[in-house]
């Protein structure tokens, strides 16, 4: 699927109508244009099992302007996607021809198909996902049994947002919806398929059930990818839905209108699966199945690439001032430290992009890295994660060893905090001794001997020395609760 140029995914799905197109590293492609129009096509579907005319002559209206931004943006591949409401629909061979026409190939994903790229498109954000992902549209809700970084078992319910709205937002009222979706559940042998293990929510309605959590919560980081909730949450947003007027509902920013009238569906439904697959906890993803898709095209030697790691050595590369050597910095400080592996991804993140804020003024250095760090858009990373990555390039920047938003700090817990900001200190130190260039640390290392923090120089290279680098020596050193030194060898 990718090449140097632009590719784009085009999603023809029950509610709306979505194009994505996406550049970069095929591990971690970057979102450069993202469009979607609620042309509702499984809104007509209880009723005469037909897509309605509107609603296709909005889904053509929007294809028709996304084949023209296609070409005008160069994109060399495209593929096309329909899912349930085209599926179930007694005219959707004849909606497709119409898509045809417009000059789409699109393939009808069958419902397991579907699910399977659902799965994937979890991983594809989250490669260590364990657990149960379902993608809720609004023709079908899609599950998934996701393990071992691969998907498993699907089934496809007729759950979906339009289809439980048509019904007044989910049936009678009381306990008969709940038993119905859970019957359904157990009958697709997932019954408590998730217990003790992770529900992964995906599709935009579920995106905006996660918004609006973030938003009733003010939570100081409202980052919706690897957003976690405990499962009894799932009632108390149903129950706020309910309290909420309409206009409340729009002033929250990152809520998009077109899909507060689904919302009371979408948390009814959650609310009747949470029981059903039993999860430990709930967890939201950024990523569908356009990025399952997209993953679905790697090799299996890219689709094991750490996308974290893969989006922070472009980004490190395409903003930093020399080559990278993001590795190099990360082996040179690793001595000073004792991290276990999921520490030392983090360490290695922050030493790729330890020279992304360069270019911004000097003294807003630290908050351009702790912003990006904070609000990049980086998946397999959760909210403590992004605090401890910030907290390392604050602290490289110069910024110190406490993030200015206490709130935002204690995302991550105080032994956390301490240790990125470590990493912090090391970094400043490596891009200070060296000019941010690769050869002084090839040349040069750290060692941690019992209480002591040693900088090792050859005599050759004794002129690398200066005030500087003993301040940020010394820095490094009573971060850690060491003595600071230098020695020259041979």
Same mark, same amino acid.
């Given at each position: 699927m990718f090449a140097t140029a632009p590719v784009a995914i085009v999603d023809i799905g029950s509610n709306s109508v979505r194009l994505v197109v996406y550049s970069g590293a095929k591990r971690c492609p970057s979102v450069i244009f993202n469009e979607k129009v609620m042309a509702g096509l499984g809104s007509d579907l209880g009723v005469g099992g037909a897509l309605g005319e509107a609603a296709q002559g909005r889904a053509l209206a929007a294809l028709a302007r996304f084949a023209r931004l296609i070409e005008e943006m160069g994109v060399v591949r495209t593929r096309a996607v329909a899912t349930a409401a085209v599926r179930e629909a007694s005219n959707g061979e004849a909606f497709l021809a119409k898509v045809r026409a417009i000059g789409f190939d699109p393939t009808l994903l069958s419902g397991d198909e579907e699910g399977r790229l659902a799965g994937l498109g979890i991983l594809a954000g989250i490669p260590q996902a364990d657990g149960v992902a379902a993608d809720?549209?609004?023709?079908?809700?899609?599950?998934?049994?996701?393990?071992?970084?691969?998907?498993?078992?699907?089934? !496809?319910?007729?759950?979906?947002?339009?289809?439980?709205?048509?019904?007044?937002?989910?049936?009678?009222?009381?306990?008969?919806?709940?038993?119905?979706?859970?019957?359904?559940?157990? &009958?697709?042998?997932? &019954?408590?398929?998730?217990?003790?293990?992770?529900?992964?929510?995906?599709?935009?309605?579920?995106?905006?059930?996660?918004?609006?959590?973030?938003?009733?919560?003010?939570?100081?980081?409202?980052?919706?990818?690897?957003?976690?909730?405990?499962?009894?949450?799932?009632?108390?947003?149903?129950?706020?839905?309910?309290?909420?007027?309409?206009?409340?509902?729009?002033?929250?920013?990152?809520?998009?209108?077109?899909?507060?009238?689904?919302?009371?569906?979408?948390?009814?439904?959650?609310?009747?699966?949470?029981?059903?697959? &039993?999860? &430990?906890?709930?967890?939201?993803? !950024?990523? !569908?199945?356009?990025?399952?898709?997209?993953?679905?095209?790697?090799?299996?030697?890219?689709?094991?690439?750490?996308?974290?790691?893969?989006?922070?050595?472009?980004?490190?590369?395409?903003?930093?001032?020399?080559?990278?050597h993001g590795e190099l910095l990360d082996a040179w400080i690793a001595p000073a430290f004792d991290d276990d592996p999921p520490a030392r991804r983090l360490r290695l993140a922050a030493c790729l992009l330890a020279d992304v804020a360069w270019a911004a003024h000097p003294d807003f250095r630290a908050e351009r890295g702790l912003d990006m760090a904070l609000h990049g858009n980086w998946v397999a990373i959760d909210a403590p994660e992004r605090v401890m990555l910030g907290l390392a390039l604050f602290a490289a920047y110069g910024g110190g060893g406490e993030l200015p938003s206490p709130d935002i700090a204690a995302l991550a817990p105080p032994g956390a905090r301490a240790r990125a900001a470590g990493w912090g200190h090391a970094i400043r130190l490596g891009q200070r001794l060296g000019g941010g260039v690769a050869t002084a640390l090839e040349r040069t290392k750290l060692e941690r001997t019992g209480d002591r923090l040693t900088l090792k120089l050859r005599r050759a290279d004794a002129a690398l020395l200066s005030e500087t680098v003993d301040r940020r020596l010394g820095t490094l050193a009573r971060a850690l609760g060491l003595k600071a030194e230098t020695a020259l060898v041979d």
């Open positions: 809720l549209g609004g023709g079908s809700l899609e599950l998934v049994e996701i393990g071992d970084g691969a998907p498993g078992r699907t089934a !496809s319910l007729p759950l979906g947002v339009l289809r439980v709205s048509a019904r007044g937002g989910g049936g009678d009222g009381g306990d008969g919806f709940a038993r119905e979706v859970a019957e359904a559940v157990a &009958a697709a042998g997932f &019954a408590r398929a998730a217990a003790g293990r992770a529900l992964y929510l995906l599709g935009g309605s579920c995106r905006a059930l996660g918004h609006l959590d973030l938003a009733l919560t003010g939570h100081p980081l409202p980052i919706i990818h690897q957003h976690a909730i405990a499962p009894e949450r799932a009632g108390e947003l149903r129950a706020a839905l309910g309290r909420l007027a309409e206009a409340e509902l729009k002033r929250i920013p990152a809520l998009s209108s077109a899909r507060i009238p689904t919302l009371p569906a979408a948390a009814r439904v959650l609310d009747a699966i949470v029981p059903a697959l &039993a999860p &430990a906890r709930i967890v939201f993803s !950024s990523l !569908s199945i356009r990025e399952g898709l997209l993953h679905d095209e790697l090799d299996p030697a890219t689709r094991a690439l750490d996308p974290l790691i893969e989006a922070a050595r472009e980004a490190g590369a395409g903003l930093g001032r020399f080559a990278q």
